[in-house]
């Protein structure tokens, strides 16, 4: 079947479930994306800046570029001018360096914060207290040009669909609770990123608001990132 096809088939399951579908084309050649473009998407997610970087120089403006990948600090000056969301926010010090770099380009940008919701070892995400101190901190407070419109959180990488869908429902359930708390007054905050293409039908069932599908749509990935790029997160 062709990407478009392919794309038209997941754009048109996802989307009638009222979920916004994000087509991930990390690796994938300008080509290729644009014949997901053609087919109507406008959402990619790309999980290195410098591909995003250049990817987002030569393709059509009207795309929603979303960093779903480890964001660091020093990177951020790069995508600020463009990024439509950053999906994976896991410290203070970053959503600072955000802001500030939001600022400089008169934008607020908006995050979701990343929840550590799976059973495996990683340096990536916050846990429950993690985020609540977050959230009260005055520092955080303070930060007028970034927007936290909600959370992203990637299961645990298994075949056992019943903790997949444990690990989506705690998420929610912190969602929930983070909305009453926290953004009771601001309906931005509506966002769960979780799902990807193996499990993006248990997000769904569990109260995903966007999925990141890559290789489903695209096919494997099979070119490399160069270890000693100097911007390769
Ligand atoms: C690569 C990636 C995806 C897409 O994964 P597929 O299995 O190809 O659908 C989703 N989310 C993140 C954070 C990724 O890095």
Not at 73 to 96: C, R
Not at 110 to 129: P, S
Request: aromatic letters at 8%; proline letters at 2%; one cysteine or more.
């Amino acid at each position: 079947m062709s990407i478009a096809d392919n794309l038209k088939l997941y754009k048109n399951e996802v989307e009638s479930s009222g979920v916004t579908l994000i087509a991930v084309s990390k690796t994938q050649p300008n080509e290729t994306i644009l014949e997901a473009y053609n087919a109507g998407q406008r959402v990619f997610g790309e999980n290195h800046v410098q591909e995003m970087v250049d990817k987002q120089a030569e393709l059509p403006k009207d795309i929603e570029w979303h960093l779903i990948g480890h964001l660091q600090s020093n990177k951020v000056k790069y995508i600020a001018p463009f990024v439509t969301l950053i999906h994976g926010v896991d410290s203070l010090k970053l959503l600072v360096e955000i802001n500030k770099q939001a600022a400089k380009n008169k934008r607020i940008i908006d995050c979701l914060l990343q929840v550590y919701i799976a059973d495996e070892d990683t340096k990536f995400g916050l846990d429950f207290d993690e985020i609540i101190e977050l959230l009260r901190a005055e520092e955080f407070q303070e930060l007028k040009n970034i927007r936290i419109v909600g959370l992203m959180g990637i299961a645990t990488n298994t075949k056992n669909e019943k903790q997949i869908a444990v690990e989506f429902k705690e998420l929610k359930v912190l969602f929930d609770g983070i909305k009453v708390s926290f953004f009771r007054k601001e309906p931005s905050f509506k966002e769960i990123s979780t799902g990807m293409s193996a499990d993006y039908k248990i997000a769904i069932e569990q109260g995903s608001t966007m999925v990141r599908i890559g290789s489903s749509i695209f096919g494997k990935r099979t070119i490399k990132h160069f270890k000693n790029d100097p911007l390769a997160n």
